[in-house]
């Protein structure tokens, strides 16, 4: 109760009172704090998506979200009543609530992800030869930098254990490969600081500033992109996507970097998604980079294939990098299982 960050001020009275928030609740080691979160988690469950997707269940037992083309400030679709794309999938006592959308009989679902594509979309915008290079190599970034600390830290072993909750050992290096995807490269490609990365690692400061030289380094097109974007936007006040889409107004560095990316992916995801309706291939819904499709069970490698062939053949001029599709399938949305991948430079 001595630190600062436990507490916090009561808007009504001005008053500080102790902080219930789950940061502060998580620095308390005792089993009934553990409880209370765990608690927490399950009612926000129950009333964010059993309770709530009740009063937007139509009479056929079907959901009809609506999507929205034009209400995010990125260009990405969004969806209401429900919002699928919230449901969570990460963690793994909160599938179930996938499980509610399930395939027709003799259906099933059959989702096709464009893997990594706003690193690729970084890579195109930046034109930086070494990640070009990378993505045409199938190079894994994500493993190189998780290898790499692993050599210079040997504890980080133990704090991805410890910290966060792995079993199995033999997978504890694919987890610390998750950490550094989300928390090293990139954040830094997105424009974070050296800083505040060594924070989310719980690595030394020293550490973390020698390993984002070395980053640099290595892509020293990224860093002179996020540069030129800074410049660009304090000129005209604005970025644009790939596509030559724009976003105005009062932005932070993260969102300058942020917002032609994110952009450029949801046009290359929609886009895709155009073609193939065209096709007569109409999808059920998408999440962010993913388009969700019901088909046949006899004719998944067909239609699989037939789905890749489109969405791995956008005609953007600027597509200078190879397209991977990610396909899963499975009877219910939380119980999805991998198919295969597509590739637009082998397949």
Excluded at 233 to 238: A, C, I, Q, T, V
Excluded at 326 to 344: D, I, Q, Y
Aim: glycine share 6%.
């Amino acid at each position: 109760l001595k630190r600062d960050d436990v507490w916090v001020e009561d808007e009504r009275d001005g008053s500080r009172k102790v902080s219930t928030e789950d940061a502060v609740l998580s620095q308390i080691r005792v089993p009934v704090v553990q409880q209370i979160q765990a608690l927490r988690k399950d009612n926000k469950l129950l009333s964010t998506y059993l309770v709530g997707i009740r009063n937007v269940l139509y009479e056929d037992g079907c959901l009809y979200p609506s999507i929205n083309l034009l209400l995010t400030s990125t260009g990405r679709l969004s969806y209401q009543e429900p919002n699928m794309q919230n449901f969570p999938k990460r963690r793994a006592e909160a599938r179930f609530i996938r499980n509610i959308i399930r395939a027709r009989p003799g259906h099933v679902l059959l989702a096709a992800d464009y893997g990594q594509i706003e690193a690729r979309c970084i890579a195109m915008a930046s034109e930086d030869p070494a990640f070009i290079d990378a993505l045409w190599k199938n190079f894994d970034i994500h493993m190189y930098w998780a290898e790499e600390l692993y050599r210079r830290h040997r504890r980080i072993k133990d704090w991805v254990m410890s910290e966060l909750d792995v079993e199995d050992e033999s997978k504890w290096l694919k987890t610390l490969r998750t950490e550094m995807k989300n928390r090293w490269v990139f954040p830094l490609f997105y424009g974070s600081s050296y800083i505040s990365c060594a924070r989310a690692l719980h690595i030394p400061e020293s550490l973390s500033q020698t390993l984002a030289k070395e980053f640099w380094g290595m892509f020293t097109g990224v860093k002179r992109w996020q540069t030129k974007l800074e410049r660009f936007y304090l000129e005209r006040g604005y970025v644009e996507t790939l596509t030559g889409r724009r976003r105005r107004g009062p932005l932070d560095r993260g969102r300058v970097i942020n917002s032609p990316i994110q952009g450029a992916a949801s046009d290359i995801v929609v886009d895709a998604s155009n073609r193939l309706v065209a096709a007569g291939i109409v999808p059920l819904f998408n999440i962010h980079d993913d388009l969700t499709f019901e088909v046949p069970t006899e004719l998944v490698a067909v239609e699989s294939r037939r789905i890749a062939k489109i969405m791995c053949s956008p005609e953007f001029g600027f597509m200078s990098v190879p397209v991977v599709i990610e396909m899963e399938t499975g009877v219910r949305w939380g119980g999805m299982e991998k198919l295969r991948e597509f590739h637009s430079n082998r397949d």
